[in-house]
């Protein structure tokens, strides 16, 4: 593994900081990049696309149905083999960043790291700071006044005790994801 160990800050409606909600790519690559962490991949869905097309009809049979000029950049970037997942929306700013279990990262709130606490108490802690919080479930839950996010608790992702549940991913959005979100359900 590469780079520093990583403490990220979860602060609603700011970032998992020094990550921000609302930097650009360029500054959170320079950010990550001074953290000792270069981006470890950028989902490109055209890409993907441009592969399967050539894998399956060959390089002739495939210009047919790919685009004459380079396809836009990737709206996703990730870090620290693919456990930073940041997306980027129509401004180019970050609107979502997901922080999976690593063993190099920490995501802390109030002093505690979320990502060894059990499922159920990080749970437990984010819907005491909602009006009204979301029933618990162990697939996915939104936090809409943090615009907080958990997703997947199972104990397979525990690095330290297999037999805990804990998210396989949390995140935390800003105005225009949770927009995305809604629009989608």
């Known amino acids: 593994m590469k780079g520093k160990p990583l403490v990220l800050d979860l602060i609603s409606g700011k970032g998992a900081l020094p990550l921000r909600l609302g930097a650009t790519r360029q500054e959170l690559v320079a950010e990550m990049a001074a953290l000792g962490h270069q981006p470890s991949s950028e989902l490109d869905h055209n890409a993907i696309l441009q592969a399967a097309l050539v894998a399956t009809l060959g390089e002739e ?39 999976s279990q690593h063993p190099q990262i920490s995501l802390c709130l109030d002093g505690a790291n979320l990502m060894q ?35 997947n608790a199972n104990p397979q992702y ?10 396989a991913q949390i995140g935390l959005g800003n105005a225009e994801y949770l927009s ?6």
Not at 161 to 167: G, L, R
């Open 117 to 151: 606490r059990p499922a159920r108490k990080v749970f437990d802690l984010l819907a005491a700071r909602e009006k009204i919080a979301p029933p618990y479930t162990s697939t996915e839950v939104l936090f809409q006044s943090q615009i907080i996010t958990l997703w």
């Open 158 to 167: 525990d690095i330290q005790d297999p037999n805990v549940p804990v998210w």
């Open 61 to 99: 049979g495939a210009k047919e149905f790919l685009p004459d000029e380079p396809p836009d950049r990737s709206n996703t970037l990730y870090f620290v083999e693919n456990a930073i997942e940041i997306t980027f929306g129509a401004d180019e700013t970050a609107n979502f960043i997901g922080v």
């Open 180 to 185: 995305a979100i809604k629009s989608a359900q």
